[in-house]
């Protein structure tokens, strides 16, 4: 826990983001393309890690029928899914011949295999629970997912408080709240669209490096709701249906 002293002192900018410690362990010190690939890698598990509180934090707001605290975490998740794009626009100015040398490095490891994508689709309601024997998570990765299966989800917080708030009348903060929820698994479908993009740009037809069937899988992801509590499958170009 940090100390409330030490948040008082005057600290240098590095010294508040802990850089010398964040720099140590990143993979920013390799040759140039291979730096990009893996910062972006890093910096979206980064961002899947704030992603998560925010969802936490939503769930937990909305067991308070507090809508508007609800509303305001989930509003701010499409901009973050924008920020996630971005780094695969970023990885797609690597040439093919250099995304092959370092593909051919990684052995079958794959973003496939992130927890914490998966955590934060268990934890908004998506609970495929394939997903769980992924070849290469460790025992507290899995540990962990199994636990976000077990608790509370998003989907069914929302669920659980519109139905409360039928029951009172006031139906205008169930409609703010699902439209954030809309537009955060909109912001998931389109995020999916990228990386699919950006698999065919490199891989074509190619299986991914974990086995998945690569930019085939993608695309059938995007067609897949976080909520499906919420929300009925997608019919004709993403249109909800309740």
């Known amino acids: ?20 410690e964040l720099l140590e362990i ?12 893996f910062a972006a890698h890093q910096a979206c598990e980064l961002w899947f890690a704030v992603i998560l509180r925010h969802v936490e934090s939503a769930r937990d707001a909305l067991n308070r029928d ?6 305001d975490h989930i509003g701010r998740l499409p901009a973050a899914m924008r920020v996630l794009s971005g780094h695969f626009d970023v990885l797609s100015t690597l040439t093919p011949e250099s995304f092959d040398e370092i593909r051919a490095t990684l052995g079958s490891s794959s973003g496939f295999q992130s ?15 394939r997903f769980l ?18 608790e509370q989800s998003l989907s069914s917080a929302f669920v659980e408080y519109r139905d409360r708030a039928r029951a009172d009348g006031d139906l205008a903060p169930v409609e703010r709240v699902r439209d954030a929820l809309a537009a955060f698994d909109d912001a998931v479908r ?8 950006l698999a065919e740009q490199f891989i074509g037809e190619g299986r991914g490096t974990a086995g998945s069937a690569g930019a ?23 249109v909800h249906q309740n």
């Open 1 to 20: 826990m940090t100390n409330p002293t030490d948040i008082r002192r005057d600290r240098a900018y590095g010294e508040i983001l802990r850089l010398d």
């Open 26 to 37: 990143a993979c920013v010190r390799d040759e140039p393309d291979r730096t990009l690939f």
């Open 66 to 71: 507090q809508a508007d605290v609800a509303t």
């Open 115 to 129: 927890a914490q994508y998966r955590e934060i689709e268990f934890l908004c309601g998506a609970r495929d629970r």
């Open 133 to 150: 024997n992924t070849p290469g998570f460790t025992a507290g990765e899995r540990a962990r997912l199994v636990a976000r299966c077990e």
């Open 190 to 197: 389109s995020w999916r669209a990228r990386h699919a993009q």
């Open 216 to 238: 085939a899988y993608l695309w059938r992801s995007t067609e897949r709701t976080l909520f499906p509590e919420v929300f009925a499958p997608v019919v004709g170009g993403g």
